[in-house]
């Protein structure tokens, strides 16, 4: 027990995932939860509650310079992350840091390469990937069962939060981006993304948002995100040759609808034109089946995965590139949204490479 | 009764909808269902069934020239409608036509002129416009009681015909379009369309597509159509202000849904630049309401608009120029998927006039 | 054609279901629609609508009379049935008749009776026996796919008008019992049955219902019935020891749902007392399967089978015995009802024999 | 901060529902967790986690005996309630219990007295009573919003543990049992029950069980519960002659939903016998109210009204006659069972008095 307690753990920020993250390292076993650093001390008191032995600390310095420290999980403010994840890096720490990896891809870029150039992990805290939904995906997708991918469709959106430094697209994107990432195979990638946004409440920032995506294969994946919603939708649709997937979150007893169900073009055969299309277009309807899926919590497996890749000295299932792929999407987002929605190339350099999360 | 069932009325086209509209017109007591046409006889009596005695032509002159039909309503293909519907017009015959009126905008024109220069009714056949969901949500929207509208989000998404002579955008976006424009306040009106399109089973036209839309207020308004999806969507948001609609038109039970419920920016408050925009925004959560609708087949409304406006003399919820905006849209996009996805501006000369739906 | 429409019917009564059948039996190539008649005949032409060739008579004698009419469908109010159809099986003529069957156990009887001396088709229309829902429980459930019957579980409860001559068990549940007899293996028969009642409005009979059936196999039957709900609901259970299956009728993308889910109890272990039974239970969690189900109208389904078995001189599907043994469990139920809710036995007299359904 | 903490609490059973005891004692200002009392101390320091100063102790002498305790919440099997509850009240300890409060209605009542005698607080931990679903349930029933109680209708049914113990009534029902005791006005009460159980799998107890109660206004309510089903149902409906109103409590975005719409029976009318009754039933159709309501741990809200009872003196909301009242209901509903189903009388003596819940 004493030594799968050998990775001590700092969570750095006690906002709005820090919570989060303390709950599921102190539930680590291979984890020893050391520190809740936040320069609000009184905060992270609260988050600890009255009857914990972990300790506070208002100084990250302090906490980096504690040998007992082996790892930092970074839940501060996107803007911070560099500051943050560098200061933890250059002390010998690992890393895991929440979505987004930094601010911009050149500062992820930063980050992935001291890392890199110290050994150390950077892990990517692309929840979703890790819950079991998403799991299943990444196996009825890219083991072939759902046939060639021909369409992703996802919408997440709910009444949020207004962010005070981001627009929607980089507050929500991101979940939807590493799903994509993380289910897709290995040569099916972006190539150019188009965005919409707009900003009906005067806030400053896009709170309605749409990214269309081309990818490699022709295929085309959507995101619908929005801050302004009174009803809650988590929907993604993975439309392929042989089935199509439908994943809503919500439906905490279905969550995942396996279609055996779609549309095809047959082989071509040589009629007039008007009716060419009608002909060789085949419906085939079959069965639903909804898979049996653990319920268990993402963020456990999150910390598992983190524990695990330290150990193992490998680089995790989400790792600083799955980071630096999604910041290269939003760039290129931003780049769209800013010059009237027209499609902007997705910069391939960071696209392939690192582990394939 | 007999005075009642003074306007004669001759359905073209057995097709798809035609039987719809022959149900619907006999049932109608202002109408006088004489004739069933199509090139096709035999299909056509089917159509009526065994025991009809509603008269089957093959022959578009004959049921024009007999002075018995006062009024033609047509379901032929899209393409088509240019001819049949001038046919009508020239002889005399007040015309109501399937969406979309026509191939093309100048088309479109040419019938609205026709129909205007004869003073006869040209009437098209927005079908939802006229189902009780839709005409709450006018109230709802028009009336005020929403607030300003922030932003409207379709999505009709199903297995569907695969059309041999359009895209998934004019198959199916005239719905949400006319929907739109029936709801919408004279002064909202869309500015510029973006549509991106993919046709990811080599289909020959796009089968999956997204429209956004810029709107005069600022808002934007997008629609995402889709051939190929198993699972049949039909919803609709219209988030303002001061309340937010959920229309499902595939929940029977609770069509729509009002909430109470959204994000405001406050007045001007002067902080500090990072805490600035948080500040000001506020959450208001109220209930939801579910009003209570009739339930009546909104085709049955249409043929009684339809004989209303003939009898009284005037233009229809749905007239030409309806239509004419529809197409209007619908073209720009086209342009627009041409063009990669670029922002196109929607030509305003038809954005206004004629009767408001 | 005119060979298959070799069986002329007519439509006994203009009511609430006469429309219904109507309409299917004027869809059905086999039949060839007569009358409807209806003491209210001006009822009878409305339903017909402005444009019908099917004559319209008031008078059940005419009708019976006239060699065309080869067979009567029966949608006269339940008191009734046993004069209507009792004429119409004396005419010679073959009858479909509305659930219930008769009013009483012994009426029902003897139109059996009348039926087989005379080598007539008596049919019930028991129309959700002819849903693909129901055909496809059928075979889940004869056909062992569930494995053992553990338990059913049946609601129907809806805003509902109350009925003038019957109260709410003779009203739905004969739906709930059919759908029973139709899926249950021949050896599986209820033995006894008790029945709770309420009338909170003071309609002068139960307007809420529950029907508890003890199973000749120990399993039990749950049946809520109820005009008073303002949420319609429609819902079976049908609990195995290998699958359970769900059916949900307003679901109308997912009617049928068959959960790979249940508990066992596993081979006897020699544990202490406290701990045996849940040492022996054991859970078993697979995937859910809906399956593709086609869409159509039962009613046209009904009215094939009617013809066919005329056709073909055979019992029906759904004969007279199948009406007799929902009739004998209505009137066991009755008198629970009336003797404060105690289990009654089923006579066993009905409950085997004639054709199964 | 110190003067709150004024209650020290222990909490007894580490087994499935203790964790969540320790949570939200933890988590609740006025309480000051001191132990968590469980023969299997391993277990204990498993629930508490590596990082807790909160003691565990094997020993409940011990944890009585300990002046810092000043309440007791026990988490352990319903058998061992009495002798636990009682040391407790011995040793003049505030006592939670979880339902049901004792294994018959005798020991139940040994503790209220004794609790009573001591002028200590006994507390029934229905957690449901303190959702804010039933609080606001119990404004619209017990506040008149939804007029004369008609009837009521709760179905809990999923796949549920087969207890060693006790069967699915006695497990599941309290649930039912004291949600309707704490919604109902004070005037209506159970006054018979009738209990119907099967146990299709040889577990040695029901695991199907289906309860009717009358009640003294003349309404029937019924409690459907099932161990055996692979869906999880949580509806409830209250049927009133104003309103009715459903909770589903898997519904997370719309737990509550209050219908405007009914049927009544309007005034006499002087009719002949057969129209009588469809004459004078009105039906109302208005809209539907989804009222918000706030996301909050109810256990959260038992343990502060466990504090402020304790605090203020005075009894909580559910104390221990409400657990009296849910035991004298279970005791008629085994006899009912035993008896083969038939009504048993609902003995008053515990149906008043007390805090009501």
Redesign the interface.
């Known amino acids: 027990m004493t030594e799968q ?1 050998s990775i001590g753990i700092a969570v750095v920020g006690a906002g709005y995932w820090g919570p989060n993250l303390v709950r599921n390292a ?2 680590t076993p291979a984890l020893r ?1 050391e520190y809740l650093c936040d320069l609000d001390t009184e905060r992270a008191r609260t988050v600890l ?6 300790r506070v600390s208002g100084s990250l310095d302090e906490v980096l310079a504690d040998p007992a420290v082996d790892a930092v999980a970074v839940a501060t403010p996107a803007a911070t992350h560099l500051p943050v994840a560098m200061a933890a890096l250059r002390a010998g720490k690992h890393v895991l840091v929440e979505k987004p990896l930094a601010a911009t891809v050149s500062d992820g870029r930063a980050l992935v390469d001291e890392a890199q150039a110290r050994g150390l992990v950077l892990m990517l805290d692309h929840t979703y990937c890790y819950t079991p939904a998403v799991q299943r995906l990444r196996e009825l997708v890219r083991g072939g069962e759902i046939g ?4 992703l ?1 996802s ?1 997440r959106i709910n ?1 949020g ?5 981001v627009d929607v697209l980089w507050d929500l994107a991101p979940h939807d981006l590493s799903i994509f990432l993380s289910i897709l195979p290995d040569d099916i990638v972006p190539v150019s993304v ?1 965005a ?3 900003d ?6 896009a ?2 948002g ?1 990214l ?1 995506l ?1 990818l490699s294969n ?3 994946a ?1 995101v ?1 995100v ?7 939708i988590r929907t993604m ?1 993975i ?1 392929g ?1 042989e089935r ?1 997937v ?1 994943w809503d979150d ?1 439906n ?3 969550r995942l ?1 396996v ?7 047959k082989g071509a055969i040589d009629l007039g034109p ?5 002909a060789i ?1 085949s ?1 085939r ?8 899926l653990p319920e268990r919590e993402a963020l456990r497996a999150v910390m598992a995965e983190f524990a695990a890749s330290i150990g193992e000295r490998r680089a995790p299932l989400t790792d600083g590139w799955a980071g630096l792929r999604v910041l290269t999407i939003l760039e290129a987002a931003s780049k769209s949204l800013a010059s ?4 902007v190339d997705v910069e391939q350099e960071h696209m392939v490479g690192g582990a394939v999360a």
């Open positions: 307690k102190a539930a939860l509650g009255a009857y914990s032995t972990v060639s991918v021909q369409y469709d919408v009444l939060l207004v962010q005070p430094d188009a919409h946004g707009s009906p409440i005067g806030a400053g920032r709170c309605v749409h269309t081309e022709g295929a085309m959507h619908h929005n801050w302004l919603s009174p009803t809650k649709v439309g040759s199509t439908v919500l905490l007893l279905q609808a279609h055996d169900r779609g549309v095809e073009r008007e009716e060419r299309t009608r277009i419906y309807t079959g069965d639903m089946v909804a898979p049996a009237g929605g027209v499609f």
